[in-house]
């Protein structure tokens, strides 16, 4: 009959043996593992690519908010478009693009970077040239 191998025997039976020698010293600590060293290092190398990580997320974010429109320019579209009558849906077909997309900068809701609101000015050029000439 095969009998199936507790692996908890295996441990018991060491540490008895480990134990066993540990009485035979006189109880004496002779050594301390260094298992603990190695996971403090380990765990040290894992806090480090955190924060490493972290701050390259703060550094893409920081750039992302350096890219942004600033509130100043939003505001400035924002009472361009309020102006006259008309210019929002002037500036879209101008621009291509769906009136939410300008409806949405103009309440702060969706981001405007600055080479995308250099393309709105130049399209709010446009526009006013058109309101010239009617």
């Known amino acids: 009959m095969n009998k199936a191998i507790n692996p908890n025997m295996h441990i018991k039976q060491n540490l008895n043996a480990e134990i066993e020698a540990w009485l035979a010293k006189g109880n004496a600590i002779t050594t301390i593992q260094s298992k603990f060293q190695a996971r403090r290092v380990e765990y040290s190398k ?10 390259q997320k703060q550094l893409k974010k920081q750039k992302r908010i350096e890219n942004q429109a600033t509130e100043q320019q939003i505001t400035m579209l924002s009472s361009w478009l309020n102006e006259y009558k008309g210019r929002a849906k002037a500036l879209v077909e101008v621009l291509g ?14 981001p405007c970077s600055k080479a995308r609101f250099e393309e709105i000015k130049h399209a709010m050029q446009r526009v006013e040239q058109g309101e010239k000439y009617h």
């Open 46 to 55: 894992k806090l480090k690519a955190m924060r490493l990580e972290d701050e």
């Open 97 to 110: 693009c769906a009136h939410s997309y300008i409806s949405q900068i103009k309440s702060f809701t969706r």
